[in-house]
Nanobody
Framework: QVQLVESGGGLVQPGGSLRLSCAAS????????MAWYRQAPGKQRELVAS??????MYADSVKGRFTISRDNAKNMVFLQMNSLKPEDTARYYC????????WGQGTQVTVSS
């Protein structure tokens, strides 16, 4: 069964931290580059960070603040987000690269004082 389940979002003040988690089905996870994407209201979905065996890419807007990791034994991907800014507010999704098929529900991250 193809499945992506994201969790860990919430409301946080500027400068705060959150850790997102994603549980993926083996058919999506195994052997693929995995990534976190985000979509803010009125904007297109963008790739935030990706990882193969090591982190491979970060969007310029999150470099130095976000860290992506994966647990191959559990088919999970994580995104540690530090020094959050209001412009990080978005719905965050995980998927393979390139994304193929259905997306999960995502998890909402809201950065506001």
């Amino acid at each position: 069964q193809v499945q992506l389940v994201e969790s860990g979002g919430g409301l946080v003040q500027p400068g705060g931290s959150l850790r997102l988690s994603c549980a993926a089905s083996a058919s999506i996870f195994n052997g693929n580059t995995m990534a976190w994407y985000r979509q803010a209201p009125g904007k297109q979905r963008e790739l935030v960070a990706s990882i193969t065996s090591v982190p491979t890419m970060y969007a310029d807007s999150v470099k130095g603040r976000f860290t992506i990791s994966r647990d191959n034994a559990k088919n999970m991907v994580f995104l540690q987000m530090n020094s959050l800014k209001p412009e990080d507010t978005a719905r965050y999704y995980c998927h393979r690269v390139p994304p193929v098929g259905f997306w999960g529900q995502g998890t909402q991250v809201t950065v506001s004082s």
